[in-house]
């Protein structure tokens, strides 16, 4: 089992920019997909970004693309979110999710992982 612990959020004016963090723990997550997720009052959990650990193959989703970039660091076992051009409907909980590659079909469905963080909340005022 891995641990992940998300950092970074805060509040941020519209057309700003905040950077995540996700600090995995317990085994290495260099091969896994790692991702984001977000979450905002009364919606479901909705994909966000995914990276491929072993080639960095990434992945977007089209509200957030051109805007955000998903990022890894395999030696500090980190994956990064740096979101810029911030609007208030990016206002939500960001969780980061980690899965084996080889276990993934579907790498922007909730329901593919079984690792979560406990979330950060990123809030941009309209």
């Known amino acids: 089992q891995v641990q992940l612990v998300e950092s970074g959020g805060g509040l941020v004016h519209a057309g700003g920019s905040l950077r995540l963090s996700c600090a995995a723990s317990?085994?290495?997550?260099?091969?896994?997909?790692m991702a984001w997720f977000r979450q905002a009052p009364g919606k479901e959990r909705e994909f966000v970004a995914a990276?491929?650990?072993?080639?960095?193959?990434?992945y977007y989703a089209d509200s957030v693309k051109g805007r955000f970039t998903i990022s890894r660091d395999n030696a500090r076992n980190t994956v990064y979110l740096q979101m810029n051009s911030l609007k208030p409907e990016d206002t939500a909980v960001y969780y980061c999710?980690?899965?084996?590659?080889?276990?993934?079909?579907?790498?922007?469905?909730?329901?593919?992982?079984?690792?979560w963080g406990q979330g950060t909340q990123v809030t941009v005022p309209s």
């Open positions: 317990g085994r290495t997550v260099s091969t896994d997909v």
């Open positions: 999710a980690a899965a084996p590659w080889a276990r993934l079909q579907n790498v922007r469905a909730v329901t593919e992982y079984d690792n």
């Open positions: 990276i491929r650990g072993s080639v960095g193959f990434t």
